[in-house]
């Protein structure tokens, strides 16, 4: 049997992944690929100590040389995360001639451009399906099955811990801290879990995907970027009363040749295809101008299912190797479009405010919005506190910014007590949308 020589940079949740899924589909992989895919050396830390069954202690390292000086290595895994070392040990390999594969989205959505390229320029790939959706194929789909498509919008739920959380405050009426405190519990959140709380996960994400969807290098700076902290079991009471449910979702969209790029919590209506995704399941909804609407669906991380889709990409480069690329791994160097200011986007809003208990404060609150071009498309107000009555608009379509400047000015209003959320939410139609 024809063997492909392959070093492994860590031996972590998806390093481990990709050793025993080598082993249990090892027959499968060698009718699809033609070869047999044997990991030479393996990247350890020191004092490291295997949880993954077989590994022999001669494949392991702790010296980066011997998997980079190694002849007989043609391709390079790299799973052991962060920007430093990943980034420059990355980029050595693709100087010693040895084709990459990552699942590193954070590094590729800082620094992808720069290790494309690198990779082109030496005549390499650099292949990085798990780093979006891990076992959910979307990346290579993106460059190859869509690529005779324009691709106008892209809405995806690109984490599975905070969908998680949010299924859970939804079917079981708790709050946010709760559902974090037995995610964590459970291991399906972080000790520190703020890179995916706070969207930082999902704008990473975004960005690989907007890069590659609408050919520009798009900037991580670019992607606003908000958490789920803020949600209240109420807002997700509102929502389901309004025929809604709240995702956190990164929305992509080209309009008018401009680029909306965002990570927020949002309304959809219940019946939208992303509203059925629960749990930590991750989804991302695709609408290419030949195509239509697509929807890929799956499980966004794991040992295996992430092992799944970085191994597909092992398979992917021993087929197309001998092929010198001329593309450049989806990226693109010149910028061809502008991303737009947040403060541009139009949309349609939830707020929800506390107000005191007086008659005439949603008049004024509504007479304030028109002055701003923001119009009421529902309003609800019921319920009684001795803190106030809570009152709920959804707008129709404004610009951001009068909405911040109309919510400004409602703050002053004597009667107001809070503003306890605001929520975009997601129609379906896009104006310029053909
Ligand atoms: N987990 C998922 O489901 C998933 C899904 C999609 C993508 N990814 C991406 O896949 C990559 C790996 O994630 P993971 O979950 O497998 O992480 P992990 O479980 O923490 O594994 C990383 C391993 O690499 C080791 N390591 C770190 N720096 C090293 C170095 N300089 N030299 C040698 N070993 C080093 C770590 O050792 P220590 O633990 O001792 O630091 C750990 O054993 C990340 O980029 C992540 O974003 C993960």
Same mark, same amino acid.
């Given at each position: 049997?024809?063997?492909?020589?392959?070093?492994?940079?860590?031996?972590?949740?998806?390093?481990?992944?990709?050793?025993?899924?080598?082993?249990?589909?090892?027959?499968?992989?060698?009718?699809?690929?033609?070869?047999?895919?044997?990991?030479?050396?393996?990247?350890?830390?020191?004092?490291?100590?295997?949880?993954?069954?077989?590994? #022999?202690?001669?494949?392991?390292?702790?010296?980066?040389?011997?998997?980079?000086?190694?002849?007989?290595?043609?391709?390079?895994?790299?799973?052991?995360?962060?920007?430093?070392?990943?980034?420059?040990?990355?980029?050595?390999?693709?100087?010693?001639?040895?084709?990459?594969?990552?699942?590193?989205?954070?590094?590729?959505?800082?620094?992808?451009?720069? @290790?494309?390229?690198?990779?082109?320029?030496?005549?390499?790939?650099? !292949?990085?399906?798990?780093?979006?959706?891990?076992?959910?194929?979307?990346?290579?789909?993106?460059?190859?099955?869509?690529?005779?498509?324009?691709?106008?919008?892209?809405?995806?739920?690109?984490?599975?811990?905070?969908?998680?959380?949010?299924?859970?405050?939804?079917?079981?009426?708790?709050?946010?801290?709760?559902?974090?405190?037995?995610?964590?519990?459970?291991?399906?959140?972080?000790?520190?879990?703020?890179?995916?709380?706070?969207?930082?996960?999902?704008?990473?994400?975004?960005?690989? @995907? #907007?890069?590659?969807?609408?050919?520009?290098?798009?900037?991580?700076?670019?992607?606003?970027?908000?958490?789920?902290?803020?949600?209240?079991?109420?807002? =997700?009471?509102?929502?389901?009363?309004?025929?809604?449910?709240?995702? @956190?979702?990164?929305?992509?969209?080209?309009?008018?040749?401009?680029?909306?790029?965002?990570?927020?919590?949002?309304?959809?209506?219940?019946?939208?295809?992303?509203?059925?995704?629960?749990?930590?399941?991750?989804?991302?909804?695709?609408?290419?101008?030949?195509?239509?609407?697509?929807?890929?669906?799956?499980?966004?991380?794991?040992?295996?299912?992430?092992?799944?889709?970085?191994?597909?990409?092992?398979?992917?480069?021993?087929?197309?190797?001998?092929?010198?690329?001329?593309?450049?791994?989806?990226?693109?160097?010149?910028?061809?479009?502008?991303?737009?200011?947040?403060?541009?986007?139009?949309?349609?809003?939830?707020?929800?405010?506390?107000?005191?208990?007086?008659?005439?404060?949603?008049?004024?609150?509504?007479?304030?919005?028109?002055?701003?071009?923001? !119009?009421?498309? #529902?309003?609800?107000?019921?319920?009684? #506190?001795?803190?106030?009555?809570?009152?709920?608009? =959804?707008?129709?379509?404004?610009?951001? !910014?009068?909405?911040?400047?109309?919510?400004?000015?409602?703050?002053? =209003?004597?009667?107001?007590?809070?503003?306890?959320?605001?929520?975009?939410?997601?129609?379906?139609?896009?104006?310029?949308?053909?």
């Amino acid at each position: 049997m024809k063997k492909i020589k392959v070093g492994l940079m860590g031996l972590g949740t998806v390093g481990g992944g990709v050793w025993d899924v080598l082993r249990m589909n090892r027959d499968e992989i060698i009718r699809n690929c033609g070869y047999e895919i044997k990991i030479e050396k393996i990247l350890v830390k020191e004092g490291f100590k295997p949880k993954v069954s077989g590994v #022999s202690k001669d494949k392991l390292t702790h010296n980066f040389d011997d998997i980079v000086e190694n002849d007989e290595i043609e391709i390079v895994i790299e799973l052991i995360g962060g920007i430093e070392p990943a980034r420059e040990y990355i980029l050595r390999a693709i100087k010693a001639g040895k084709h990459v594969v990552t699942a590193n989205k954070a590094l590729l959505a800082q620094h992808g451009v720069e @290790l494309s390229k690198a990779a082109y320029e030496a005549g390499v790939r650099l !292949s990085y399906e798990a780093s979006v959706a891990g076992g959910v194929p979307i990346i290579n789909p993106l460059k190859e099955s869509l690529g005779a498509n324009k691709i106008k919008k892209i809405m995806g739920i690109l984490n599975g811990t905070t969908n998680y959380i949010l299924t859970k405050m939804t079917n079981e009426n708790v709050d946010f801290h709760t559902v974090l405190k037995e995610a964590q519990d459970m291991g399906y959140a972080e000790a520190d879990p703020t890179a995916d709380v706070e969207g930082f996960d999902a704008a990473h994400k975004l960005t690989i @995907l #907007s890069t590659l969807a609408f050919g520009t290098p798009v900037k991580f700076k670019d992607v606003h970027r908000e958490g789920i902290t803020k949600i209240n079991p109420l807002d =997700i009471e509102y929502a389901r009363e309004l025929g809604y449910v709240i995702k @956190l979702l990164g929305i992509a969209k080209e309009i008018d040749g401009e680029l909306e790029l965002r990570v927020h919590p949002t309304f959809i209506p219940k019946n939208h295809p992303l509203a059925a995704v629960n749990d930590s399941f991750n989804a991302v909804f695709v609408k290419g101008n030949a195509v239509g609407d697509l929807m890929f669906y799956g499980r966004g991380a794991g040992d295996l299912p992430t092992a799944s889709a970085v191994i597909s990409d092992v398979m992917d480069i021993i087929k197309k190797r001998s092929l010198k690329p001329n593309l450049k791994n989806g990226f693109s160097y010149e910028p061809t479009k502008k991303a737009k200011p947040m403060g541009e986007i139009v949309n349609e809003y939830y707020i929800r405010f506390m107000v005191k208990d007086i008659p005439g404060v949603l008049g004024k609150i509504a007479t304030l919005f028109g002055e701003y071009n923001v !119009s009421l498309s #529902s309003v609800i107000q019921k319920g009684r #506190s001795e803190r106030g009555v809570p009152l709920v608009f =959804i707008t129709h379509e404004a610009r951001e !910014s009068d909405i911040q400047k109309a919510l400004q000015e409602v703050n002053s =209003i004597d009667e107001v007590i809070e503003i306890g959320n605001i929520i975009r939410v997601e129609n379906g139609q896009e104006r310029g949308e053909q």
